[in-house]
Nanobody
Framework: QVQLVESGGGLVQPGGSLRLSCSTS????????MGWFRQAPGKEREFVAA????????GYGDSVKGRFTISRDNAKNTVYLQMNSLKPEDTAVYLC?????????????????WGRGTQVTVSS
């Protein structure tokens, strides 16, 4: 069974920063584009960022461009989401996802495996 495990969420003040991590098995990670999504209560799952298997290309949702950065360490089987200049509207559960054998996509339905998520709360 494929598992993705996120970490790094928490409570942060507006303007602050957090770094999320997501790890999985080497077999899954090496063959997958990785994505980050978020979901706030009562809202649909929203695309945040994604990265190709090699790490050479990335994509971002409009609401986070210029503030968030996705990266991956293929030696550690881990993808990261650096979040800067956080706003209250960034509050959500952040979920990591893997898409096996295909390019990344902003559509959550395109992903094969999901983590359980980590809560990010931006509040003063």
């Amino acid at each position: 069974q494929v598992q993705l495990v996120e970490s790094g969420g928490g409570l942060v003040q507006p303007g602050g920063s957090l770094r999320l991590s997501c790890s999985t098995s080497e077999r899954t990670f090496s063959n997958s584009a990785m994505g980050w999504f978020r979901q706030a209560p009562g809202k649909e799952r929203e695309f945040v960022a994604a990265i190709t298997r090699s790490g050479g290309n990335t994509g971002y949702g409009d609401s986070v461009k210029g503030r968030f950065t996705i990266s991956r360490d293929n030696a550690k089987n881990t993808v990261y989401l650096q979040m800067n200049s956080l706003k209250p509207e960034d509050t959500a559960v952040y979920l990591c996802a893997a898409r096996v054998g295909l390019p990344y996509s902003p559509d959550p339905r395109a992903y094969d495996y999901w983590g359980r998520g980590t809560q990010v709360t931006v509040s003063s």
